[in-house]
């Protein structure tokens, strides 16, 4: 079954990096489009960047662009979100995402906590 995996979160301070993964495995990563969103206590679940197939087109939310880098290699099913120049606003729990024939799939979110 499909199964996606996050790891790489944690407390960092203001102005700090950070590289988030997603394990993927059960479908033909490959093929299909992977997603990093994130969800900040007491707000809604937002996408932070997409990348595509064959890693032909990124996107990223505006508050992002410039700090944060999606990246995917193919070998490894694994797709990244490297984070740079985090400050507050980054804190949230950080979820990997696809979607296969309509259905979405999540994993089970990694946290990430940006505090002095």
């Known amino acids: 079954q499909v199964q996606l995996v996050e790891s790489g979160g944690g407390l960092v301070q203001p102005g700090g990096s950070l590289r988030l993964s997603c394990a993927a495995s059960?479908?033909?990563?490959?093929?299909?489009?992977m997603r990093w969103y994130r969800q900040a206590p007491g707000k809604e679940r937002e996408l932070v960047a997409h990348i595509t197939d064959t890693s032909v087109s990124t996107i990223y939310a505006d508050s992002v662009k410039g700090r944060f880098t999606i990246s995917r290699d193919d070998v490894k099913n694994t797709v990244y979100l490297q984070m740079n120049s985090l400050t507050t606003d980054d804190t949230a729990v950080y979820y990997c995402h696809t979607s296969i024939w309509g259905r979405g799939y999540w994993g089970q979110g990694t946290q990430v906590t940006v505090s002095s």
């Open positions: 059960g479908f033909t990563f490959s093929t299909y489009v």
